[in-house]
């Protein structure tokens, strides 16, 4: 009974102590429990703070990126706006250099005009001065010999009164007086054949008959043109669609013959654009619907056909007109400093009359251009006269500005651009093209001819300055299509004519020029012909 007291007891210790350890490890559970999250917690806060520096450094980091990156856009932006102050003001600099230079040579121009007018003004009252002079003295001789007429006729009167007194005398001046009347008619019977000759000289000496009237009815086609060309212009004000089509192309025509270069290795393909401009627009020219035109208004021999007058577009006419006006431009202003310029001008002009579309039953429509060429340089064909008198001037194609001849100087440019251009368009070779040649060389050969045969007291300087633009830019051509005979030409161009004018044209700068082309064509081009 005792024992089981005791082990009841012993076992509610136990169990006490039991309760009692139970009691302790949940304390000590809850006591590592709360250790352990406190350690997390410890660990969370110091990630926490370490991912916060982390934030904190690649804020300051992103901070300083872009504080720099604004800084150096700052400088970016400083940069552009320096280059472009610079680039501004280099513009600036610029634009007024070139108006300066523009100004300075507006100036020089103008002086250079004034200068010019300036001396044919004291050249003109010169002229006048020399000429009220050679007047006055004309009519002080013609004066005094009425004057002296008088005189001697009162002294015939008084020795014929004296005679009348006197009848030996009077038989004896009888007698010489008949013997007067028979010296006085022998002498007349004389001259007579001489009187004769000379007519005859001066009539042969004239331009013949045939030349001048080709010459007249290419001058005639002129006018007709220049007419056409105004009232055509005139007719197409009336319809803004076709005026605005037709002046496009004059615009594109003129345009694109004065961007002509020389043909060098620098600009070599450089007159393709405005070739291919100027085709394009004759084509054009062909498809504009407008009233055609009676051909032969403007061809040299007109064609005799059965079904009426040829018709062709008066759009093309019009645009070969202009077209032609161009190039005798290009050849007066351009190619009277360097002949070589005439170059792809007479290229150009070889190609346009050339195609099938620019002929009329296989005729090219070259007569267009061949009428102003009649009009700006006659000698070419054949014409001369004096160029000392303005009529003279006039039928050598000297051009007026504000109603006064142009100076010699400008008249020797145009004559020598206009003889570069002539050789230019006749001495194109076609014998590898499929088209026929508008103009052969045959042309040049009859111009170079009657410039050779003119009677040596009928050239003019003008007729020189043609030749000389014809040899300089064409010589080699021509000797390739004549041969020796064009050897022999050329030796009768550079030694012989200048040789049997009349001295005081010897002594002339055109004559002086020709002479001397026979050393450049041996320098340059190594043509020897002495």
């Not at 509610?12 to 009692?20: C, S």
């Not at 103008?110 to 001065?129: G, N, P, Q, Y």
């Not at 012989?496 to 020709?514: G, H, R, T, V």
């Amino acid at each position: 009974m005792a024992q089981s007291l005791q082990l009841l007891r012993d076992l509610e210790r136990t169990l006490d102590n039991i309760q009692i350890h139970e009691a302790e490890e949940l304390k000590a559970h809850a006591y590592e429990r709360r250790s352990w999250y406190g350690q997390l917690d410890h660990w969370d806060q110091e990630r926490a703070k370490q991912d916060f520096a982390a934030l904190d450094a690649a804020t300051a980091r992103h901070e300083a990126i872009r504080s720099e990156a604004e800084k150096e856009l700052e400088r970016y932006y400083k940069r552009v706006e320096d280059e472009e102050r610079k680039r501004r003001e280099e513009e600036e600099r610029i634009l007024k250099e070139k108006r300066a230079r523009e100004k300075a040579a507006k100036e020089q121009r103008e002086r250079e005009e004034a200068a010019r007018k300036a001396a044919e003004l004291k050249a003109k009252e010169e002229a006048e001065r020399k000429a009220a002079e050679a007047k006055a003295k004309a009519d002080a001789a013609e004066k005094a010999r009425k004057e002296r007429e008088e005189t001697e006729a009162r002294e015939l009167a008084e020795n014929a009164r004296k005679d009348k007194e006197d009848a030996e005398r009077k038989t004896a001046a009888e007698k010489a007086k008949h013997e007067e009347d028979a010296r006085i008619r022998q002498m007349q019977t004389q001259q007579a054949p001489a009187a004769v000759s000379a007519t005859t000289m001066s009539s042969s000496a004239r331009t013949n008959p045939g030349v001048e009237a080709r010459h007249q009815r290419y001058l005639e086609i002129h006018q007709r043109l220049k007419e056409f060309r105004r009232n055509f212009w005139e007719e197409c004000k009336k319809n803004k669609d076709i005026k605005t089509k037709v002046g496009d192309l004059r615009r594109s025509i003129k345009t694109s013959v004065g961007q002509l270069v020389e043909p060098t290795p620098e600009s070599k393909g450089a007159n393709a654009k405005p070739t291919l401009t100027i085709r394009t627009a004759m084509q054009q020219a062909t498809q504009l619907q407008a009233p055609p035109v009676n051909l032969n208004d403007f061809l040299l021999n007109p064609v005799d056909s059965s079904a009426g007058p040829p018709q062709a577009p008066s759009v093309l006419i019009y645009a070969l007109n202009i077209f032609s006006k161009a190039i005798i431009t290009q050849f007066s202003n351009e190619s009277g400093v360097n002949t070589k310029a005439a170059e792809p001008a007479g290229i150009l002009v070889a190609s346009v009359f050339s195609q099938p579309e620019m002929q009329y039953g296989g005729r090219p429509l070259i007569d267009i251009l061949l009428a102003k060429m009649h009009k700006v340089c006659p000698v070419l064909f054949g014409i001369y006269g004096p160029e000392k008198t303005a009529e003279g001037k006039q039928r050598l194609g000297w051009r007026k500005e504000d109603g006064a001849f142009v100076s010699d100087n400008r008249h020797g440019e145009r004559m020598t651009g206009l003889g570069a251009g002539f050789a230019a368009i006749a001495l194109r070779n076609f014998s590898k093209s499929t088209h026929k040649n508008p103009y052969p060389p045959a042309n040049y050969w009859e111009a170079f001819a009657t410039i050779l045969n003119t009677p040596a007291n009928h050239v003019q300087p003008s007729h020189l300055l043609v030749l000389k633009g014809m040899i300089e830019n064409g010589s080699e051509r021509f000797i390739t299509f004549f041969n020796s005979a064009g050897l022999v030409a050329l030796r009768r161009a550079l030694r012989d004519l200048p040789a049997s004018l009349p001295a005081n044209l010897q002594k002339s700068p055109a004559c002086s020029a020709l002479a001397l082309l026979s050393e450049t064509l041996k320098r340059d081009k190594q043509i020897e012909l002495f």
